[in-house]
């Protein structure tokens, strides 16, 4: 039966997708593993969700047109508005979840934060967080739609982003997930799709993922993704 927390989620996600915000985020992390046992028609294959961070990425800085305040919306929810660290990025709490805005980090970057006045919050940019937008799929969390990454561009971001990691806790969370969704692409014969997002990484990432790949005793998947 789902817990305290699996409610809440869904509590929020309901409350974007009737506000017409929902369709315009790209849900990202952890969660979209609950999302992917309807992908792969397999409820067993991934674990119940045990993180309070939900990030959504924002893929663009102009949608949606009509302004709608999310805290405000989110608030009798039992989300409060906060701020974290010298940069100001805001984040709403509630005792299950912590929710953060991302968009990816474009050019040099070197901005702390990105207003979106259009959502009433702000949003961290992040490197590598196209690779999400590369290839998307929307799938159901109960009964609301929810875009998320193809679990072949979540698996690539997760193995390019798990070697930064300074907290060796969450690099091994992000391998994990990373190498269990390839094994069920791999299963599913769906390979390809991982191979073609990878081709079209800038050369220094496509070496960073496949040695990612040898470091971690999967040598064969890395040469089967490099053929060409």
Known sequence: M????Y??????LRRLHDAGVL??????????????????GDAEAFPAVRTRDMDFLVPSLTKPKSKTDVPTLLKDLGFIAGLRGQTGVMLLEHP???IEFLVPERGRGGEDVRTLPQL????????????????????HFADV?????????????????APRR???????????????????LGKRKELDLV???????PRPWRKSVLTTMLENRHGALAELLEQP
């Not at 369709?23 to 792969?40: A, D, K, Q, T």
């Not at 300074?166 to 390839?182: I, P, Q, T, Y």
């Not at 191979?195 to 990484?201: A, K």
């Open 2 to 5: 789902p817990g305290k927390q």
């Open 7 to 12: 409610e809440v989620c869904l509590s929020v």
């Open 23 to 40: 369709e315009h985020l790209v849900l990202i992390g952890s969660w979209c593993l609950l999302l992917y046992r309807e992908y792969f």
């Open 96 to 98: 299950e979840l912590l």
């Open 120 to 139: 009433g919050v702000n949003a961290q940019p992040l490197r590598f967080m196209d690779i999400a937008l590369m290839k998307t799929v929307q799938l």
């Open 145 to 161: 739609p929810v875009t998320a990454p193809h679990p072949s561009a979540f698996a690539l971001h997760k193995l390019l982003v």
């Open 166 to 184: 300074k907290n060796a806790e969450k690099k091994s969370k992000d391998l994990d997930a990373a190498f269990l969704v390839l094994e069920m």
């Open 195 to 201: 191979r073609n997002l990878l081709s079209g990484f």
